[in-house]
């Protein structure tokens, strides 16, 4: 069992910036792919972006180029770095890992772009 906490949403004007974090604890050790997806209201929860124990990325294509994606294996957390954001960034963005196939989800924070 992984659990998984995010932090670092928020309010931001268009074409700013926000760090998204998330911190994994528990049965880590396994952990093979960390990730972030968003869920916007009406919508389907979709991919945001990957990133592999090995550091290999995958990104929504409406987030190529503004969004990265970091992992610290040793601490066990993953970021995401956006910039450039979008009113259609607007969502709840949650952290997931897979270890041994089972996906962990975390709880979710609100990243809301708004002038």
């Known amino acids: 069992q992984v659990q998984l906490v995010e932090s670092g949403g928020g309010l931001v004007q268009p074409g700013g910036s926000l760090r998204l974090s998330c911190g994994a604890s528990g049965s880590t050790f396994a952990i093979n792919i960390m990730g972030w997806y968003r869920q916007a209201p009406g919508k389907q929860r979709e991919l945001v972006a990957r990133?592999?124990?090995?550091?290999?990325?995958n990104y929504a294509d409406s987030v190529k180029g503004r969004f990265t994606i970091s992992r610290d294996n040793a601490k066990n957390t993953v970021n995401l770095q956006m910039n450039m954001l979008k009113p259609e960034d607007t969502a709840v963005y949650y952290c997931?890992?897979?270890?041994?196939?089972?996906?962990?989800w975390g709880q979710g924070t609100q990243v809301t772009v708004s002038s």
């Open positions: 997931s890992a897979i270890n041994f196939g089972i996906q962990s």
């Open positions: 990133i592999t124990s090995g550091g290999s990325t």
